[in-house]
């Protein structure tokens, strides 16, 4: 059965300092996996997908790495920004590969 | 296309009351998921469809919540008789899913509809 792990639960940090957010998971035959960021009170935004054969994802300031033999993904985003803040999850798919399983995720503070 | 819509937006209601949620997925997608989320944890599986085949279940979704897809287009989640505990957002997402590799199963999801039982 997959889960998926984040850590840390929350993350403040200065407005231009590069963070890292991570994501573990328990089953490493993974189809692909996603970082989705929600803002208090709304839907979830896709912001990458990581297929099984990839090793890393980039858009603009985020990169999202797949490490399957170790079974984890890290979120990078370089020099952050107060609107970076939110919560940021990330999810894989259950061993179907039809429900994604998300961790609680890491909530982000960027202050200025 | 706008994406997937959600309505209503938020719902408030009385310990008892039906209420039900109604999902558009993006036109062309075949799958449509129902996910509940509450304060502080990720999105939790209720139920798909593929098409209008409600293809799998979670033992979350208890016989007071019903989900339908008439005609494999928009879809609607039922709760009856709602308890302080259904208070939850309730995201709907949709996806394309046409050949056998399930890497390619990428869920695009809506806004959510958040209900609140007083």
């Known amino acids: 059965k997959q889960e998926v792990t984040q850590i840390p639960a929350a993350l403040s940090v200065p407005e231009g300092e590069n963070l890292v957010l991570n994501c573990s998971f328990t089953?490493?035959?993974?189809?692909?996996l996603q970082w989705f960021r929600q803002d208090p009170g709304k839907g979830l935004t896709s912001l990458l997908l990581?297929?099984?054969?990839?090793r890393e994802q980039t858009s603009g300031r985020l990169n999202a790495s797949l490490d399957k033999s170790s079974g984890r993904s890290t979120l990078y985003i370089a020099a952050s920004q107060p609107g970076d803040s939110a919560t940021y999850l990330c999810?894989?798919?259950?061993?179907?590969?039809?429900?994604?399983?998300f961790g609680k995720g890491t909530t982000l503070s960027v202050s200025s | 296309d706008t994406g997937v819509s959600q309505d209503p937006r938020h719902k408030i209601t009385k310990r008892g009351q039906n209420v039900t949620f109604r999902c558009d997925p993006i036109s062309e997608h075949n799958r449509l998921y129902w996910y509940r989320q509450t304060l502080g944890q990720g999105p939790e599986f209720l139920t798909y469809?593929?098409?209008?085949?409600?293809?799998?279940k979670s033992r979350l979704l208890s016989d007071r919540f019903s989900a339908e897809r008439p005609k494999g287009s928009f879809s609607t989640l039922e709760i009856q008789r709602t308890e302080q505990g259904d208070s939850a957002m309730y995201l709907c997402?949709?996806?394309?899913?046409?050949?056998?590799?399930?890497?390619?199963?990428?869920?695009?999801f809506g806004a959510g509809s958040r209900l609140t039982v007083l």
């Open positions: 990581i297929q099984s054969s990839q």
């Open positions: 997402a949709s996806s394309l899913l046409t050949g056998l590799w399930k890497g390619a199963n990428v869920l695009t």
């Open positions: 089953d490493s035959a993974i189809y692909n």
């Open positions: 469809f593929q098409n209008e085949a409600q293809l799998e």
């Open positions: 999810a894989g798919p259950d061993q179907a590969g039809t429900a994604l399983i």
